[in-house]
């Protein structure tokens, strides 16, 4: 198994369907994250989980929906998106956060979404 | 705030060097290097914390002036292996990686 694994690779969604996203880590990590990465735009961090706890939603639109259940389970819940919704998702997880724990990021392989 | 990278992009032959350059306008408490090759997930090469220090990994090291909020990653002796978009990311809050647009590197023979 891979550090950090999520499912589906590729998905299309009409903007009136509900899906979810699924990440998992195997790290042992405390800390997991969902980045969005558009083309021709830099990674976009969009929500912060520290031991299942959200720290951090960084001005996420409300059609995007985090859910923790655990430290090694991180979901993204999406519905009634629109067409400019469409990228690569990526989740990631760290040890600890914080800088002074020097904790890099172990990214997934990404989700490719499009919202038809 | 986005870091700013420079420069966008850079093409080599094999053998030579590069410096990408990453600046932010916050005080930062640290700047982490990552190399994403096209379809991959983005894998971490270091993390610099603020102190100034300078890290290494092979033919790969970067450094990190505080004061100016500046760091430069370094390649030499490029092998093709090296091609990919480079990004740094920037924490000047706690706990929020904040990534720069990337540095598009293509090392060819």
């Known amino acids: 198994e891979t550090g950090v694994t999520q499912t589906p690779r590729h998905l299309v969604m009409g903007m009136t369907n509900k899906k979810s996203l699924k990440c998992e880590q195997h790290?042992?990590?405390?800390?997991m994250y969902w980045y969005k990465q558009s083309a021709k735009k830099p990674l976009e961090l969009m929500f912060v989980y520290s031991l299942e706890e959200r720290v951090e939603n960084n001005s996420v639109p409300s059609r995007f929906s985090p859910e923790c259940p655990n430290s090694s389970h991180l979901f993204l819940h999406l519905h009634t998106l629109q067409p400019e919704d469409s990228a690569l998702y990526l989740c990631a997880s760290s040890q600890d956060r914080g800088p002074v724990y020097n904790s890099p990021l172990h990214f997934g392989n990404g989700t490719r979404l499009t919202v038809t | 705030q986005q870091p700013v990278q420079s420069p966008q992009a850079v093409i080599l032959r094999e053998g030579e060097d590069a410096v990408i350059n990453c600046s932010s306008s916050k005080a930062l408490y640290s700047v982490h290097w990552y190399r994403q090759k096209h379809g991959e997930a983005p894998v971490f090469l270091m993390i610099?914390?603020?102190?100034?220090e300078q890290k290494g990994h092979e033919k790969i090291s970067a450094s990190f002036n505080e004061k100016k909020q500046q760091s430069s990653l370094y390649l030499t002796a490029s092998q093709l292996s090296y091609s990919g978009t480079y990004f740094c990311g920037t924490e000047a809050s706690y706990d929020k990686v904040i990534f720069g647009p990337g540095t598009s590197l293509s090392v060819i023979p």
């Open positions: 790290l042992g990590h405390n800390a």
């Open positions: 610099l914390l603020k102190g100034g």
